[in-house]
């Protein structure tokens, strides 16, 4: 496969303006992040179905199952963890707790490295072989890096992780550690860390992988297609998930306009995009009608700890499109739904419980009705962020109220202190 026989061209997402497939850039001309356009493809639901009993890895993926759908790329270059095939969970506990009839929560942490991430990674990190790299970078403190590093690994490529001074979550970055990325701590901010990695990159010919990136919204659009093959095609009422840089919510979106667009289903769900109050730049926009107005960012959600979202004007159109909403939930209601979604057995890191916090604001609102169809997306594991939960249960954050909390208790060593411990 040469260069020319890339089917896929990049446009620009404002200006119109379009790249050959395999362009070394994330941005037009212009400054607007670019999206990968597809050629016409014959891939039908039911021969997707028919995948889900082959033992061939691409099959296997939740992502490369749909890969017509995604990035019709030559399957030398696919670097593949068979990500995705995550599972859909009815929660009826979960339901009522919100409001609902009827819940299910996508649980996007039972992905490799335990967060969506992998999905888009994957189809980013393919190509970064295609286009014969041997490194990878981003700038990230989260779940990008963790993901970044597992695939570039399983690549054989050299991995470099960017992060800023300062707020540095170690919980986080110990996947990349463990995974063999080279971590580079810049005496700088998040903004210095972000336009070092793109000129070093630039210069040193590594590939970049952070946020802008193309190629990863187009394998993220595969929640929405699992989702619909999770339902047996039929399309649910609503999808809601967590809002941070926004790029998943645009990916969501853009697989299921494509899909509309080729007839496979004939209405799209709507979406609800959920931010944390202390970064919802989005909510403010959607509520004035204006435009981005960045913030500095502050929540226990750090997922979506994100005042300068890079996909603002890609989301603003996934939610005409689809006729969604943004809702901003406060800090203690996140963690509040993040003990009865950890205490419902199925746990999931604190961005991903904005999901339940929002949606349950949305059901008291009376925007979603408690008859609707509803799936929720949990983006990640419980266990990437266990210093919320221990500081929780043991009533130790500060300015929250530990309600929930399920703290350890001390007991003699004696049967008989353990017995009145247990009755
Ligand atoms: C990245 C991430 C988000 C936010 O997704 P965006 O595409 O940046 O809006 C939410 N939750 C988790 C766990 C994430 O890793
Ligand atoms: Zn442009």
């Known amino acids: 496969m040469t260069a020319m026989d890339v089917q896929w061209t990049l446009v620009c997402s ?17 400054g607007r992040p670019l999206d990968v356009r597809l050629p016409p493809s014959a891939m039908t639901p039911d021969a997707v179905d028919r995948r889900l009993t082959s033992r ?8 490369w199952r749909f890969r ?3 990035l019709p790329l030559d399957e030398a270059s696919v670097v593949t963890r068979l990500e995705g095939h995550t599972n859909l969970y009815d929660v009826p506990k979960l339901a009522a707790h919100v409001g609902l ?30 286009l014969g790299k041997t490194r990878v970078a981003c700038a990230s403190t989260g779940n990008t890096s963790a993901s ?7 690549a054989g490529m050299q991995a470099y992780v960017f992060i800023p001074e300062g707020k540095v979550a170690y919980g986080k970055l110990s996947q990349a550690m463990a995974f063999g990325a080279k971590t580079l701590q810049i005496e700088g901010d998040f903004d210095r860390a972000m336009s070092l990695v793109q000129s070093v990159s630039a210069s040193e010919g590594i590939y970049l992988v952070n946020s802008v990136n193309p190629f990863r919204i187009e394998g993220q659009k595969a929640i929405g297609f699992e989702i619909l093959q999770d339902l047996q095609w039929q399309v649910p009422d609503w999808i809601v998930l967590p809002g941070g840089n926004l790029g998943n919510n645009w990916a969501i979106a853009k697989g299921l306009m494509e899909l509309r667009a080729a007839g496979h289903i004939d209405r799209l769900p709507r979406i609800a995009v959920i931010q944390a109050e202390g970064a919802s730049p989005l909510y403010a926009a959607y509520q004035r009608g204006g435009d981005l107005q960045p913030m500095a960012a502050e929540t226990v959600a750090t997922a979506i700890r994100i005042g300068n979202p890079v996909s603002f004007h890609r989301a603003l159109a996934g939610l005409a499109a689809t006729d969604g909403v943004v809702e901003k939930v406060t800090d203690q209601e996140i963690v509040d739904a993040k003990a009865v979604v950890d205490g419902a057995g199925l746990g999931a890191e604190p961005a991903s419980c904005a999901t339940v ?29 266990p210093g ?22 001390k007991v003699e060593a004696t049967e008989a202190a353990v017995l009145a411990a247990i009755r």
Not at 14 to 30: A, I, N, W
Not at 364 to 376: C, E, R
């Open 14 to 30: 404002r200006c119109e303006r379009t790249y050959p497939g395999l362009v070394e850039r994330h941005r037009c001309e212009c």
């Open 357 to 385: 916090a929002g949606l349950k604001k949305l059901v008291t609102a009376g925007t979603v009705p408690p008859d609707a169809s509803v799936v929720g997306v949990l983006t990640g594991h419980v266990l990437k962020d």
């Open 148 to 154: 970044m590093a597992s695939y570039a690994a399983t």
């Open 56 to 63: 061939q890895p691409l099959d296997r993926s939740g992502v």
């Open 68 to 70: 017509e759908w995604v």
């Open 388 to 409: 919320l939960v221990v500081d929780y249960h043991l009533g130790r954050l500060e300015g929250f109220n530990h309600t929930l909390a399920n703290p350890p208790v």
């Open 101 to 130: 009839d009827r819940l299910r929560l996508k649980h996007e942490g039972e992905n490799p490295t335990a967060s969506f991430k992998d999905r888009g990674m994957t189809v980013a990190v393919s190509v970064a072989r295609r």
